[in-house]
């Protein structure tokens, strides 16, 4: 992927075992997936990789990325726990919780899209 120089969103769903991650953003007051802006001369892999970690403490493979117009998302498979992160708390689901900070229609589009591509990996 090429580098980039305007600001651009990112974020992840990632998979470990058929559930996937994702953060409870205390000021937003709902669950999130983990991703945020991209710096400039990052690549948006490099973007989304950085903030995955920064928010939710852990790494990830990108497997596949889509773009939906005003961010990217990336399907990604969940790897090692780098770090704590007091600021949010993280937990896999099996389904989209209720209490949500963005869109809902948008993860139940992205969530089984980023499940089929991480399967087998």
Same mark, same amino acid.
């Given at each position: 992927m ?26 937003? %007051?709902?669950w =999130?997936? @983990?991703?945020?802006? &991209? ?5 948006l892999? !490099? ?11 852990y ?8 773009d939906l117009?005003?961010c ?5 498979v969940l790897?090692? %726990?780098?770090? =704590?992160? @007091?600021?949010?708390? &993280?937990?896999?689901?099996d389904?989209?919780? !209720?209490?949500?900070f963005?869109?809902?229609a948008?993860?139940?589009d ?5 499940k089929?591509e991480?399967?087998?990996?």
């Open positions: 090429t580098q980039t120089d305007t600001d651009q969103t990112v974020y992840a769903v990632a998979f470990k075992e058929g559930r996937f991650l994702m953060v409870w953003n205390p000021k937003r %007051k709902g =999130e997936m @983990p991703g945020g802006h &991209v710096k400039t001369g990052e690549t892999e !490099e973007g989304v990789i950085r903030e995955f970690a920064e928010e939710a403490g790494a990830i493979r990108v497997v596949k990325m889509r117009g005003y990217h998302v990336f399907a990604a790897g090692e %726990k780098l770090q =704590e992160t @007091p600021e949010m708390r &993280v937990e896999l689901f389904e989209i919780p !209720e209490e949500l963005f869109d809902r948008e993860y139940e992205v969530v089984p899209w980023a089929t991480t399967e087998g990996f």
